[in-house]
């Protein structure tokens, strides 16, 4: 799957980060003190399912699931979650 | 896939997504760098209401506000913050207190928290008290610790500002430890800007160059050390670099400002310009003064700009600058900021840092932000010291 981020990890928003849908952009943002990102549609997706609560495996199958035309989704998902890790916006839960 | 411009997001057209309250310009500290305008006590009188900070809030949201800072002065000086934090929490705004710590209490920390606020940026100024009660001109060193302690207890971010000036830069490495001590989440260092009372005190405030690479090398070491687990932001201070700064990321790009009488500004100091009216939000509606009011868009894009600006192919990266900060020190408000070196007035930034090295600190008393000196600077008092600067900092 990936040698970064095991398929039995949970993830979860960062402590004191906020994931909310924004009307007046049509899209998704991450808050959090000092700033904001605004996220794609395809991050938007993944971030939208890192609850603290599924899998890194649970959201790559659900992602295949709701978009079933997307070729190869796994590695998009995976190198979003890698990013969102990196970025420390995202953390995997003990 | 995301996009990040020092925090804020680039939109076309402009949306104001961050909006700063500045809710009153009271304040129990008399902090010699701060920003806000010399002449604040004109403000003191006409404070907008509950009601009308509420409207404010809602037509805001409406028009794709995120972010809101609650300052000042010292917003806690306010009775009614408990009720606007609730408001912006029922509106999904991301809410940020800015705060000296004075007038935080249990009961109100604990009604923030209900009210939905997400977070408290709490100033400090130094490891020693001596150090802190000097530049605030108050005793509130033992407070701040303990409101420290109140912003952890409630599961809130920590979220430290110091700002950094000569008579603290050189203990920044000890400032890092006290805030890693407290548990810091976010600490901001944020160099001195000489906007209002700090450019009144600029000689007195600035670094050499020598402790400013100094205090990055420092910074940097302790970000080696600290990893993730607490975020070190570096202002770096524009008066040491060679081109100036995107200020507030482009005039009425993603920024506005409602100050403690109403006034809708595009940002912080843009009252010392010339020609310019503000619109206040007891006349004009948010929408109105965002998209269509001159003030809006006097310098929004860069049809504005002059030459060297106006053909350099950097223009995108700092949009010419502060518009503040080149008139108050050249007079002329189009054009490029002094701080450029391309800029034909550079030399006057060249003498400052020059000066930097000569603090004459007998001749040159620090003049502390208190309603006081504000009178006498209003009344034309002090017209000595305000004589190097085109405008009213």
Redesign the interface.
Known sequence: MSDKIKSEAVVGLARHYRFQWEEAQAGYVLLFPEGMIKLNGGAGEVIKRVDGKRTVGEIVAECKAAFPDVPDIEADVLAMLELALGKTWIAVKE | ????NN???L?HPP?P?WLLAEITYRCPLHCAFCYNPTDYATHTQNELSTEQWIKVLRDAR???A??LGISGGEPLLRDDIEEIVAEAGSL?Y?S?LITSGVGLTEKRIAEFKRGGL??I?LSMHDITKDINNFITDTNTFELKKKVAAMIKEYD??M?LNVVIHRYNIEHIGEILEMAEALGA??V?LANTQYYGWSLLNRSQLMPTREQLIKAEAITNKFRERVG?KMKV?FVVPDYYSDRPKKCMNGWGEVFMIVTANGDVLPCHSARVLPGLEFPNVRDQGLEWVWNESPTFNKYRGDDWMKEPCRTCPEKEKDLGGCRCQTYLLTGDAEGADPVCSLSSTHDVILQAIEDAKNPQLASQPILFRNDKNSQKIISGDLKDVLAPFHALP
């Open positions: 896939m995301a996009q990040q925090g804020a997001v939109n949306k997504f409406k028009m794709g995120l972010q999904g991301y940020n997400d977070h940026q809130y971010p979220v989440d976010f901001e993730s932001f």
